[in-house]
């Protein structure tokens, strides 16, 4: 890359998938036990100089494992009934 930089840099798709999954767990949690209510990605391509995003700047890579985050998400959105503690 460019020798930007971010906040949390994963190696590779497979870590940067299963980084993101987890985080859809700890937002089920908040979810439960604090009713949370909405959580927004707010970078969903790298910028210049941050390459937080889950596309590359020209949107030509995907970075995370698509299948994964689909499923996560809809894991996260259909979650009803959790316990608080559903980590």
Known sequence: SGGGWGYA???DPKALTDRYVQMTKE???LKACNGLSAAIYTQITDVETELNGLMTYD????KPIV?????????LANASGLSCDAT
């Not at 949107?59 to 995907?62: C, D, F, G, L, P």
């Open 9 to 11: 840099v994963e190696p």
């Open 27 to 29: 937002l089920a949690n």
């Open 59 to 62: 949107r030509a890579v995907t």
């Open 67 to 75: 299948s994964k985050v689909r499923a996560a998400n809809r894991a």
